[in-house]
């Protein structure tokens, strides 16, 4: 499979030519399961057919758990990618300033051009929570890119954000089923075990069985990659994707919901 990778500050950006559907990373540069990240952004990107794109705009609701004193909690963080350039040779342009608009009453969240000419919103300190997508209309981003004329929506609404209900503990050697409650308004799914920096992916299309009865099912050989850990990381991520062409150059806009949970792998 060929593919090109960029370091960026939230994840791992990188796309590839291949159609779908199984795909393994090995990210481990240590053996410290702190290097377990969830996929965001980047990750789904990696494996969806857009090397014929002159760039890809990427809006991440990524939704968790957190432990607390006072008990679990559900943090939703957004986020926001962009690349433009040679997404095949994987050489990214400066393009100046970008930034998507989002609310009933618009605010602007610029993107920060990284060393590798990709751009990443990262939530601050002051603003823990990011950009506040919603399903709605009004929580749609609005990109504008002025150096390339693009001043246009994604189109298409955030999905709904799914439960993942499948069991928490994952036997490498049985294979395992991931199952979520549901994903309406989403166009593919997403589903993601990972551990020790090593992660396993598969892509449900509309058009597959799987999409349908809301599942992704793992054989052992796949999770046979895997570090046993009990801090893995399982994600279901629904989203949306359009593409429009603006002054002759195809872009992708992607609208993504993640869902991740600590699971056991044994």
């Not at 794109?53 to 609701?61: E, I, L, R, T, W």
Request: charged share 15%; with cysteine; proline share 5%.
């Amino acid at each position: 499979m060929k593919r090109i990778s960029a370091i960026l500050t939230v994840s791992i950006l990188s796309f590839s030519i291949c159609d779908r559907t199984d795909v393994t990373h090995d990210n481990n540069n240590n053996n410290n399961n702190n290097n377990n990240k969830p996929n965001t952004a980047p990750d789904l990107v990696n494996i969806l057919q857009i090397s014929d794109a002159k760039g890809a705009f990427v809006g991440v609701m990524s939704v968790s758990e957190q432990s607390t004193p006072m008990g679990n909690i559900t943090m939703t963080i957004g986020t926001a990618v962009a690349v433009v350039g040679d997404l095949t040779a994987g050489k990214y342009e400066d393009v100046g300033k970008v930034q998507c608009y989002v609310g009933s009453t618009p605010k602007a969240y610029e993107l920060t051009k990284q060393d590798n000419n990709s751009y990443v919103f990262i939530p601050s300190m002051t603003d823990p929570t990011g950009i506040p997508y919603t399903q709605g209309s009004a929580g749609i981003p609005f990109w504008e890119v002025p150096s390339l004329n693009i001043s246009t929506s994604s189109y298409y609404q955030f999905p709904s954000v799914p439960e993942i209900t499948s069991s928490l503990t994952i036997s490498k050697a049985s294979g395992y089923e991931a199952t979520v409650s549901g994903y309406d308004g989403a166009a593919e799914v997403l589903y993601s075990i990972s551990s020790n920096g090593k992660s396993v992916h598969k892509i449900i299309k509309a058009s597959d069985a799987e999409f349908g009865q809301k599942k992704a099912v793992f054989t052992a050989s796949e999770l046979s990659v895997l570090d046993n850990s009990d801090m893995a990381l399982l994600q279901v991520a629904p989203y949306t994707i359009h593409d429009k062409v603006i002054d002759g150059n195809k872009y992708y806009f992607i609208n993504e919901v993640a869902v991740t949970k600590s699971v056991k792998l044994q």
